[in-house]
């Protein structure tokens, strides 16, 4: 595991930037998996303001690692946000954009959009294989839209299962642990003194610290990358 401590949310976002254009530049293709949150945003924009021409956008592949069950109008649609601040401003095939039908049932658009991924990327032990995770952590320590109560999603045997955020009732659609961890590269992307609590626990494994779905990210084979700022690493 290897964590990058950048002075702001912007540079936090930069960061994973760079090493995310590499990576495209370095492949024929990259499945990535989006996430919500705010220092995506800012990391959208700034991939449609200065990295619109240094890439190929042809070879990529979005896909997402959550998503709420609402209308791809709605607010809170992290596929809305994608599509406000990148995907209208990079030249990226219609058919590359894979979203979750937040509008469509939830049970059976988790079967749907898991059955999008498996059929579309490649597999390694036995499941799908993302290039790229991007993931979130909540003042939970909920990632991706598995939260503490719903622990079980990290050994779900599916690609993708319904979590409900706790608070507001709302369901989500996400992909489950195994899938996460089986990813080549799963980079969280942290800002802000409201994470820093829980990056403490996780990261010095205090005693609790496993009740959070966030210290259980752990891939396979691949690398487990930290992006964070120095609000939210204070504890370190
Ligand atoms: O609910 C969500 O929140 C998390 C974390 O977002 P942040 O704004 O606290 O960084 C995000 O990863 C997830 O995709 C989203 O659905």
Redesign the pocket.
């Known amino acids: 595991m290897k964590h990058i401590i950048s002075s702001d949310a912007q540079g936090t976002a930069q960061a994973f930037a760079e090493f995310l254009i590499d990576q495209i530049n370095q492949s024929n293709t990259l499945n990535i998996a989006l996430?919500?949150?705010?220092?995506p945003k800012i990391l959208f924009e700034l991939l449609a303001d200065e990295y619109e021409e240094e890439v190929d956008w042809n070879k990529v592949n979005l896909y997402w690692?959550?998503e709420?069950c609402v209308p791809p109008t709605d607010g809170d649609s992290?596929y809305k946000m994608t599509n406000d601040l990148l995907i209208t401003q990079v030249s990226i095939p219609d058919s590359n954009v894979h979203r979750v039908l937040g509008e469509n049932e939830p049970e059976g658009e988790a079967a749907r959009y898991g059955k999008d991924i498996s059929d579309n990327l490649p597999a390694a032990n036995g499941l799908p294989q993302f290039d790229i995770i991007i993931?979130?952590?909540?003042?939970d320590g909920?990632?991706?839209?598995i939260f503490p109560h719903e622990l079980e999603l990290m050994n779900d045997e599916r690609v993708c299962a319904i979590g409900v955020n706790p608070d507001s009732g709302q369901k989500?659609v996400t992909l489950t642990g195994p899938v996460i961890n089986n990813a080549k590269h799963v980079c969280f992307?942290?800002?802000g003194e409201g994470?820093a609590e829980k990056i403490d626990e996780i990261f010095n494994k205090k005693e609790g610290s496993e009740k959070y779905p966030a210290a259980h990210i752990a891939p396979t084979d691949g690398t487990l990358t930290w992006y964070m700022d120095q609000a939210a690493a204070v504890k370190l």
């Open positions: 996430s919500g949150g705010s220092t690692g959550d709420r992290n993931l979130g952590m909540g003042g909920h990632t991706a839209s989500r992307l942290v800002t994470k």
